[in-house]
C-alpha cells in the first residue's frame, strides 16, 4: 500500500505542475502577455493533481476508453465547481467564469470545458501514467520518497501563505512585519494579474454553503442514519441482521456521511431548481461517488463492501441503474423536503455547544478510522503472508484476527 501511496503522491506533484504549465501557457498565449496561473506561488495547479489521482484510483483496473472519458468529464468538473467555489471564498470573488458559455453551472463549470477536461484526463491516464510509472520505478524508492514528502512540505506551507495573504484584510491583522506585508500584497498582485475577473465580479454565495461545522453534522446523521437504513434494508431482502458499518466500532457508514455532506454542499442551493434537475444531478453526483469509494477500497486494499455483478446494467460491479435512480430521486426528496426543515432544527441548537459535541465526535471518529485502516491494511497483508513489522501490526493482528474482520464486514468480498 505504501508504494501506491507514493506513486500516487508522484503522479499529484507531476499533474500539479503540468497543469500549471498548461493554464499558464495557454493564458499568455491568449492574453498575448507572460501570465502566471494558480494560487500557489509555486509552479503547481493542485486541482489538476487531484483530479489525476482521482481518475488513477478510479480506473485502475479498466481500459474501457468510453468509461474513463465520461468519468473522467465529471470528477474534473465536480473538481472545478468546488475550487471555483472554495476559492470564491478565500477572494470574496470569482476566479473565472462560464457564464457565456451554454450548458453552464453557475458560471463555474460548463459543458466544452468539461469535455476538455475529460479528454485530458482520458489521455493522462491512458498514455502519461504508465510512463510516469516507468519514471517512478527506476529511481531508488528510499530517494524519492525523501523528494516526494520535501516537495510535499513545500506545497503545505505556500498553501497556507497565499492562504493568509488572499484572506488578509485591512481588519485582520494575519501577517504583520514589514517583509510579510509586501509579500501578501506582491501574491494578491499576482493572482489578480493572473484572474482579473477576480476585481471585477465580487458576488458571493451564502457563507453557509461550505460551513464545516455543519458539514461534519451532516456528515455524522448521514453516516448513522444510512448505515441504520442499510441495517433494515438487509433484514427484509437478506433475512438477516448484519452491521453496515465501515469503520470497526460503532455504526456509521462513511459513504453515507460523506454523501449526505457532499449532497447539502452540492445542491442545497438549487432546492428552487425543478426536481428534474435535481434528479439528474443527483444522480451523477451519487453514482460517481459511489463508484468511487468502491474503487477506492478495491485498489487499496483488494476487497469490496458491495458488489452488483449480479444485477443487470452494472458498470464493474460498482454502481447499477436501480440504485443509480435512488440516489436521484432521494436527491429530489432531501433537497425539496428534508433539508429546509433540518437545516432550521440545527439553527435551534447552540452553537457553541455544538461545536464542542462535534469536535468530540470527530475526534472519535478519526481515532475509529486510524484503527480501521490499520485493521484492513493487516487483514490484507495476511492473505500475502506478510509478518507484522511494527507494534500497531502485532495488535492488529491480535485483535482483529481474519474471523474478527469477516464476522465484523459480512458482505466484504475479497478481490484479489
Not at 456521511?257 to 444531478?281: C, D, E, Q, W
Amino acid at each position: 500500500m505504501g508504494h501506491k501511496v507514493m506513486f500516487l503522491t508522484f503522479i499529484f506533484i507531476v499533474y500539479s505542475f503540468l497543469g500549471w504549465l498548461f493554464e499558464s501557457l495557454k493564458t499568455s498565449i491568449k492574453e498575448k502577455r507572460i501570465v502566471n496561473r494558480g494560487m500557489l506561488n509555486l509552479p503547481f495547479v493542485i486541482v489538476y493533481g487531484l483530479a489525476a489521482v482521482i481518475i488513477s484510483i478510479a480506473f485502475f483496473d479498466t481500459r474501457n476508453i468510453l468509461l474513463i472519458f465520461v468519468g473522467s468529464t465529471i470528477y474534473t468538473s465536480f473538481l472545478e465547481l468546488t475550487a471555483g467555489k472554495v476559492l470564491e471564498i478565500f477572494n470574496k470573488g470569482r476566479w473565472w467564469d462560464y457564464s457565456k458559455f451554454k450548458f453552464n453551472i453557475e458560471g463555474y463549470i460548463c459543458l466544452p470545458m468539461s469535455l476538455l477536461w475529460g479528454a485530458l484526463g482520458t489521455i493522462g491516464f491512458l498514455f502519461i501514467n504508465p510512463l510516469l510509472l516507468q519514471l517512478f520505478n527506476l529511481i531508488n524508492y528510499p530517494i524519492i520518497k525523501i523528494i516526494l514528502l520535501g516537495i510535499c512540505i513545500v506545497m503545505v506551507v505556500d498553501f497556507i501563505i497565499s492562504y493568509l495573504s488572499l484572506t488578509r484584510t485591512k481588519e485582520t491583522k494575519v501577517i504583520d512585519t514589514k517583509i510579510n506585508k509586501q509579500l501578501s500584497k506582491d501574491i494578491y498582485e499576482r493572482v489578480a494579474n493572473a484572474y482579473p475577473i477576480i476585481n471585477k465580479n465580487k458576488k458571493t454565495f451564502s457563507k453557509d454553503a461550505f460551513n464545516i461545522y455543519k458539514f461534519l453534522i451532516y456528515f455524522f446523521i448521514g453516516g448513522v442514519v444510512g448505515c441504520l437504513f442499510e441495517m433494515v434494508f438487509c433484514r427484509f431482502t437478506m433475512h438477516r441482521w448484519m452491521s453496515r458499518s465501515s469503520l470497526i466500532f460503532g455504526e456509521i457508514s462513511l459513504v453515507w456521511g460523506i454523501g449526505l455532506a457532499l449532497f447539502t454542499t452540492f445542491l442545497h442551493m438549487y432546492r428552487n431548481k425543478s426536481s428534474v434537475f435535481l434528479f439528474i444531478y443527483g444522480v451523477i453526483l451519487g453514482t460517481s461517488f459511489e463508484y468511487l469509494c468502491g474503487a477506492f477500497c478495491e485498489y487499496f486494499y483488494g476487497y469490496c463492501f458491495w458488489d452488483y455483478h449480479h444485477l443487470p446494467l452494472n458498470v464493474n460491479g460498482r454502481i447499477q441503474i436501480v440504485f443509480a435512480l435512488i440516489w436521484g430521486l432521494v436527491s429530489v426528496l432531501y433537497i425539496k423536503y428534508a433539508y429546509t426543515h433540518l437545516n432550521k432544527l440545527l439553527e435551534r441548537i447552540n452553537e457553541r455547544i455544538g461545536k464542542i459535541v462535534v469536535t468530540a465526535a470527530l475526534i472519535l471518529i478519526i481515532f475509529d478510522i486510524l484503527i480501521s485502516v490499520s485493521a484492513g491494511i493487516r487483514f490484507s497483508e495476511r492473505r500475502e503472508n506478510l509478518p507484522p513489522s511494527n507494534v500497531v501490526e502485532e495488535l492488529c493482528d491480535k485483535y482483529f484476527t481474519d474471523d474478527f474482520m469477516t464476522n465484523r464486514f459480512k458482505n466484504l468480498k475479497v478481490i484479489h
